[in-house]
């Protein structure tokens, strides 16, 4: 079904849409369909779909004719021209670059780092006592840069932590601040503006770089060692940074590399820790989905560490997680502008207009997804029903997809069997977590879960 907006149901809408955007969406999608389009001021239009078929459209089919939305444009002041904000040829030669440090091979190597990661943090729990209460949202956080901070660095970032998350938080705070802004549409520089949440932004940016920069430069000073003839293989994603080198044997030049740490920690920690933290909330109120995970994780693992060979065998671990993604997808929004004019079963999209391809939306479409809102992750074990390609995208679609997903899945099996492992988690009676949209999909006020060894 396609719906088009008058003018003034649109100009309603606008409040809401900057207020509480997930709900505005899902409002409009469920009055007028899966294919709604907003005509905003100045000649501007939003087109918002959630039918699979439009989304490969959009992100696949005719990618050629889409870029990353203006709305991306705040990110770019942070991440320069890092993967995630980059565009044409410089980012298509940086993506051939960047690729192979995420082949399987090379990201299952980060696997003992990860689950050792995992055990620290287990430990400290096992010193806090029976019935403890953690707030799970800023402990997968940190454990999540904890694993990042390991596998880009090698390096422990738990020390810069309790600086760098705040740091972190503030970057994306002032992205979402501005982006809301009713003159962000309006004024092309208007993310530029400083304004006190941007600027607030520039300290947290400086204090992230000058984290980075310290680790570069501390890398660049350890010279090569002549003896080591063994040819290994580089040893974290800043040793492969550093040595890439393209068709032509030119390497990263020094501020790419700086740019590409930035998006890896950026991009890299936060959804991740977003999907465990939902993941365990999910599990805690739905006991039966628990226990078969206590039960296969126990018996897949027989009480030792986990590894990558056990992956593919954690098969409800893995479903567990896609399912929790499917209802809270870390990266709930993706957003195009179009090139060149096009249309969209019968819509028109301008040259310069908006298409937006929510993940949180086309997971809840029902036509795709029956009992859409139901907690089921039977629905990704191994010979379920087929579904359309895009009808589940936590990790995009297209060239743009996630470079990260391969590591994002080991990761989150890794960490959710060593933590079932040691623990089960219960929600603090009569908390009621709310899904706040930053960039991410995240915990508006926590998950405060009560711990009870195992
Ligand atoms: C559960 C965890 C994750 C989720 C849900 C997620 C989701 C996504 C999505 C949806 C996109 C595409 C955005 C778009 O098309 O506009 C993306 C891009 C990207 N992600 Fe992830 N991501 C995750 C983890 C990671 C990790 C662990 C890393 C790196 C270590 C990473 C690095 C990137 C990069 C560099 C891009 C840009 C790729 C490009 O445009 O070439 N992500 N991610």
Not at 106 to 132: K, N, Q, Y
Not at 162 to 184: C, I
Not at 432 to 445: D, E, F, G, I, S
Request: contains cysteine; hydrophobic residues 40%.
């Amino acid at each position: 079904m396609a719906a088009r907006l008058t003018g003034r149901e649109a100009l309603h809408l606008l409040p809401s849409l900057r207020a509480d955007p997930l709900a505005a969406i899902s409002e409009l999608t469920r009055t007028h369909g899966d294919l709604v389009c907003v005509p905003l001021p100045r000649g501007n239009q939003l087109t918002l779909t959630s039918r699979p078929e439009l989304v490969s459209h959009v992100l696949v089919g005719n990618q050629d004719n889409y870029r990353k939305a203006r709305t991306y444009r705040p990110l770019t002041e942070v991440l320069g021209n890092g993967l995630l904000t980059n565009e044409g040829e410089s980012w298509a030669r940086q993506r051939r670059l960047v690729q192979p440090m995420f082949a399987r091979r090379r990201i299952d190597a980060f696997a003992p780092a990860m689950v050792d990661a995992a055990s620290t943090a287990m430990d400290r729990w096992a010193t806090l006592g029976e019935d403890s209460v953690v707030d799970v949202a800023d402990e997968m956080s940190a454990l999540t840069l904890d694993v990042v901070g390991r596998a880009l660095f090698s390096t422990d970032l738990s020390g810069e932590a309790s600086e760098m998350a705040p740091a972190l938080e503030t970057v994306l705070e002032s992205f979402v601040k501005v982006v809301r802004h009713p003159l962000f549409m309006l004024v092309p520089d208007y993310h530029r503006w400083p304004t006190p949440a941007r600027l607030r932004a520039r300290g947290a940016e400086r204090h992230l770089r000058g984290v980075v920069d310290g680790l570069i430069t501390a890398r660049r000073a350890v010279p090569s060692d002549p003896s080591d003839t063994s040819g290994r293989e580089d040893t974290d994603l800043l040793d492969a940074l550093l040595s890439a080198r393209d068709d032509d044997g030119e390497p990263l030049d020094e501020q790419q590399i700086r740019d590409e740490l930035m998006t890896f920690l950026l991009a890299g920690h936060e959804t991740t820790a977003n999907a465990l933290a939902w993941t365990l909330l999910l599990l805690s109120r739905h006991p039966d989905a628990r226990d078969r995970l206590v039960a296969e994780v126990d018996d897949v693992l027989s009480g030792r560490a986990a590894s990558a060979a056990d992956v593919t065998k954690l098969e409800w671990t893995s479903a567990v997680l896609s399912e929790s993604m499917r209802l809270y997808p870390p990266a709930w929004m993706i957003e195009r502008e179009a090139r060149d004019s096009d249309e969209l079963d019968g819509i028109r999209i301008p040259a310069g207009s908006i298409v937006a391809t929510p993940p949180y939306l086309v997971h809840r479409n029902p036509e795709h997804w029956p009992n859409p809102e139901g907690f089921d992750p039977h629905r990704f074990l191994p010979g379920a029903a087929d579904r359309h390609r895009l009808a589940y995208l936590p990790f995009g679609g297209g060239r743009r997809q996630c470079i990260g997903g391969g590591f994002a899945m080991l990761e989150a099996v890794l960490l959710l069997a060593t933590i079932t492992q040691r623990f089960e988690l219960d929600l603090v009676p009569g908390h009621q977590p709310q899904a706040l949209t930053a960039v991410t999909l995240r915990p508006a006020n926590g998950i405060p879960m009560m711990l009870r060894p195992r």
